[in-house]
């Protein structure tokens, strides 16, 4: 049975908790700096190891980013909030409790647009929050010793929660691929999953199709891959399937995603959030920000990518796959603007970035850096080829070397080999189609496909220099004599 066929009985009810680790040059609540990989236990301090009358104080920039966060989903922003302490015991969370936010968030609400079949899906926000990053332990089974590195501790992160209402694993990886390429586009954090910078929770359950009922969620914690994202999810729905078939109960709990097993395997009993006794941190007064503050926060978040991907399939009549994939970064979406401002059509721009420069950064396995052909020269380049000045094939002839070798059009040009040739086409034609007598007596009896075939002979005369529209008009007139 596969995850489609379980959807035909069971409405699956899906929520996601999301850790993005800030790109604050300094820790949330102490002047200690973080950086990734880097020798365990040399990037701590008092206060991010918990260390008796070390005081915390905030991290402005955190505050800046959340800010920003919230404008981009639409959310509420709190001009007041507080922070609250989180208490469990775990041996990389060296106070005891996490510094985090309980019922003031800085940002409520807001939604997340997200294409899944085809189709546009809001997933709707309960908030998003500050909190400060725990330890990290690693386990070595076979000796029974486990090592704690306090690097991470105290690093800035942002929490994002969403309301229960993904429906599917693969909406859930979707909507994770969006939240980070949104963080992106704000540049509030580069969001590396391989280095622990997004990180997941994912809380599932099952329900009686058509009920509109919750059942009993698990969580799954630490997914750390898109893939993983989708596949645990899928793994918790085949167990929670087998349990309710089998006229069983699912029991709230915890579970961890092996990767190696792909599976998702109970830790613990789940703890509700009582169990955390929250209550505001006495170290951290209220904050209150300024008006002003925040609108000029707020007003540094340009055009996001699903903004664009609207006013493409919308304005340019893109199709939603062009939008998506020229939406992928912000350097590639303004990349493609500046094209198309230039009075190229939007199709054709589409055409050139999607499809011929991407296949040069995928060759070299290289992401998009407009450094490597700028918009001038690729806006040249269609120039010419729409106005017959050189051949679609000398087109991307150009476009190569511009990008191996870092040359202009303007210095290609110069050495004259790519100009259309002012070679006498009708003559070529009337050769080749004298060579091919039999052919021509086959189109002429209706195999028009043949029409490619004589293209092909021509463009192999003239080394493909000859436009294709010429071509065309001469083979035509040439052949209805």
């Given at each position: ?20 680790q ?7 609540f102490?002047?200690c700096?973080?950086?990734?990989d ?8 008092p ?19 959340a ?57 709707d ?9 725990a ?9 029974n010793?486990s ?10 992160l942002?929490?994002?929660v ?9 909406q859930?990886?979707i ?7 949104i ?21 599932i ?7 509109g009922?919750?059942g009993i969620?698990t ?5 750390n891959?898109f ?8 793994s ?17 709990a915890?579970?961890?995603w ?7 395997e109970i ?7 009582d ?7 006495p ?14 926060i ?8 699903f903004?664009?991907?609207?006013k493409w ?9 062009e939008?998506?994939?020229?939406s992928?970064?912000k ?13 190229v ?11 011929e420069?991407?296949r ?16 001038y ?19 991307k ?5 511009i ?14 080999n ?7 086409i ?6 080749i189609l ?32 000859i ?15």
């Open positions: 049975m596969n995850i489609n066929e379980i959807n035909k009985n069971w409405d699956f009810i899906i929520g996601l908790e999301i850790h993005v800030l790109e604050t040059i300094s820790k949330i102490s002047d700096s973080y950086d990734y880097q020798t365990p236990n040399s990037l701590t301090c206060t991010s190891i918990g260390l008796p009358g070390a005081l915390p104080n905030i991290n402005q920039s955190a505050i800046e980013s800010i920003k966060f919230g404008k981009a989903v639409n959310g509420k922003i709190s001009k007041k909030f507080t922070f609250a302490r989180k208490h469990y015991f775990y041996p990389d969370l060296p106070k005891g409790y996490q510094i985090s936010q309980f019922d003031q968030p800085i940002v409520t609400g807001g939604s997340v647009p997200i294409w899944w079949n085809e189709k546009k899906y809001n997933i926000l309960t908030r998003a929050h500050l909190e400060e990053d330890g990290k332990s690693f386990h070595n089974s076979k000796d010793i090592n704690l590195d306090y690097n991470r501790s105290g690093a800035a942002i929490e994002i969403t309301e229960p209402v993904i429906i599917h694993p693969e859930a990886k909507f994770m691929q969006r939240v980070k390429q963080i992106n586009y704000i540049n509030i954090s580069n969001a590396e999953m391989e280095k622990g910078k997004l990180r997941c929770d994912a809380n359950s099952l329900s009686k199709k058509g009920s009922k919750f969620k969580e799954i914690k630490n997914i891959s893939k993983n994202v989708q596949k645990a999810i899928e918790e729905i085949f167990r929670q399937n087998d349990l309710l078939s089998n006229g069983k109960k699912v029991e709230q915890t579970l961890t092996n990767n190696d097993k792909n599976v998702a830790m613990r009993l789940k703890e509700n959030a169990d955390y006794r929250y209550f505001n941190d170290d951290l007064p209220p904050i209150d920000l300024d008006k002003s503050l925040v609108d000029k707020m007003s540094e978040v340009t055009i996001l990518p903004e664009y991907e609207n399939i919308v304005d340019y009549k893109l199709s939603l796959t939008a998506t994939v020229l992928t970064t350097k590639i979406a303004k990349y493609f603007e500046s094209v198309v401002d230039s009075g059509a939007a199709k054709k721009a589409s055409a050139w970035i999607s499809t420069l991407f040069l950064f995928n060759e070299e396995n290289l992401e998009f850096n407009s450094e490597k052909v700028s918009s020269d690729l806006i040249k380049i269609i120039e010419l080829v729409e106005n017959d000045k050189i051949t679609q094939n000398s087109g002839e150009i476009l190569r070397k990008f191996e070798n870092g040359v202009s059009v303007e210095e290609i040009l110069q050495s004259g790519f100009e259309i040739s002012n070679v006498d009708g003559s070529i034609v009337d050769s004298s060579q091919c007598s039999d052919e021509v007596s086959r189109f002429k009896d209706g195999e028009e496909k043949l029409m490619g075939f004589f293209i092909g002979q021509i463009n192999r005369e003239t080394k493909g220099k436009s294709h529209k010429i071509i065309i008009d001469e083979l035509t007139k040439k052949l209805n004599n």
